[in-house]
């Protein structure tokens, strides 16, 4: 078998995780909760699943929602996990697994890489990505190259600030998935915490 690597997506809703080779074939998935947790939760979620594949996996790649300096490994600011602003992941994987070599990414950067590498940016040098998840975020891919921006935060489309029916809205607050879900489940008249943006997007086209 191709060498595989584990790979986290840390969302404020939920920590997606799988099995990867270097063709960028899914080999397994599985998904947490990380709505409502703090930072140590994740790290011990985190420990304990890759201490079920250690014996088969070269490395750890971690996408995660934030401020990331990715060329020091440090999650400079997490908006949802405020216990981990600071936290160098590459310093705590070294105690647990030195073994294993370890990346992160800023979420909407990876969903960049992702496209140029195995998706619809594979043939283009200019082109962006729109993430929509608990936040929104992106990416910007210009001149055959990654746009980081000042301070990293290229591509935080969450941050812009729209006019909705006149009031100054930003784009986290309207399309966030959070508040897609509260909406929906407002004019369906179900309970949200039942409720996911899986289970909402099939609908989308019949309102």
Known sequence: MDQLYMVYDIGATNVKHGLLDKQGIVHSFECFSSEGKDGPFLLDQIKATIQRYQAIITGVAFSSAGVIDSEDHIIIRSGAFPSLNGFN????????????????????NC????????????NMGD??????????????FLNGD???GMNSLAGEFGSAYINLNG??????????????????????QM??????????F????TG
């Open 127 to 140: 082109f962006i990505t729109i993430s929509l998840g608990t936040a929104v975020g992106g990416g910007l």
């Open 167 to 188: 009031r100054q809205e930003s784009l986290n607050a309207v399309t966030g998935i959070r508040s897609v879900r509260l909406r929906y489940a407002k004019e369906k």
């Open 202 to 205: 099939p609908h989308y086209p």
């Open 89 to 108: 992941i590459k310093d705590w994987f070294a105690k647990q697994f030195s073994h294993l070599n370890v990346s992160i990414e800023n979420d909407g």
């Open 146 to 148: 990654l746009v980081r």
């Open 191 to 200: 309970d949200v915490e039942n409720l996911t943006g899986e289970a909402i």
């Open 111 to 122: 969903a960049v890489y992702a496209e140029k590498w195995v998706g619809a940016g594979r």
